[in-house]
């Protein structure tokens, strides 16, 4: 039985056929390409454990090959290990610079190339297992988060009986008492909604419902719910879509949820009478949607951290709100599983912009964007003070 499928890509046959005899007669199943071109459609076909390459090839060389494999979300966890001829160091940090797991230099011993493998099959087989703890985990916290929602609805519903006096008269302790369970209820309501909006994006169970919509149309709206929540802070909020955008496709109910989560933070993390603005560009294929706000900024050090799931990072809530960090993690899962990207900008005291992209083409992942340009046209909505 084969112990593992390896792909080797090398131009010279003879070199190719050496190193498939030698894997073959261990028991692992071998497939051939004679450069980078081919070795792709074969990765992506026949779905390797371990691909061996050569660096120098006609056509696509090593490095170009190993850093696609390493840049496409079904292949980078393929062990790549390059089998070149280049073994001056500089090569070596070139191979592993491109995302190579390891590096040989011909002429190879075979024992030492086996050895290699093995190794590479248990590094494998190890992330495999990985992956199936993480499923399990995800299977695992979705279905706490699931089952812990309908105890804690109830306790809202007998918290909101009392509140309204239809269980009696309450003392002004009770009542006080009464309302701390509502809101530590409604706290953790939100904290398992979002557990498990996660778990249900990363384990791929959600399917987006496209339709082709108009960004006006979905920030408009969203824009409409939130008037009552920006005005409790004097938050000035201001449209700057433009009218003209072309439609794009998108599941509205998700990507309201993703502004959603946007304008909320923008409003935590602004002082009074700060100002949100919504802007929107086409871009190349895509459209970019931006979220910001007049608040207190983030520091360049932790821009790259804020999309991970529970990371808070040196901005606070301007008036101690609540929040688990798991908002931007949600948009950022919501906006890839729509071929788009996120990122922000900021600048500590001054504000932060939060940017999506979409494309404007119905797909499903990420083409690389050229730099944003704007175009913006303005419209206030004036803030209820
Ligand atoms: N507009 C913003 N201005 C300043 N800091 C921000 C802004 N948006 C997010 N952050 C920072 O990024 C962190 C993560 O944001 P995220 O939305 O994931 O979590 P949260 O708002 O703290 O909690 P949750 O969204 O789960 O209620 C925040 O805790 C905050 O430190
Ligand atoms: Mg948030």
Redesign the pocket.
Known sequence: MAQGKILVVDDQESIRKLVSMHLRKRGYDVLGAHDGREGLKKALKHHPDIIISDLMMPGMDGIEFCKRIKADKDMREVFFIMLTAKGKIEDKVEGFGSGADDYMVKPFNHHELLARVESAMRICSLQGELRELNNLKDEFLGMVAHDLRNPLTVIKGWCDLFAEDLLGDLTSEQVEAIDGISQQSILML??VN?LLDVTKIESGKVELSLSQYKIQDLVAGQLRAQTLVASKKHITLVDRVPDNLPPVWLDPDRMAQALN??L???F???PEHATVTISAARNGNFVEVS?S?T????PPE?LDR??Q?F???????TRG???????????KKIVELHGGRVW?T?KVGE??T?TFSLPVEKRSSAEPEPSAKETSLEVTIPSEN
């Open positions: 939100d904290l979002d989560n946007l909320s933070n923008a935590k993390f602004s979220v706000d608040g207190v900024g983030i932790d804020l999309f799931k990371v808070q990072v040196g901005s606070r809530p709100e609540k929040g688990t960090g798991l908002g931007l993690a949600i948009v922000a900021s504000g932060s939060f």
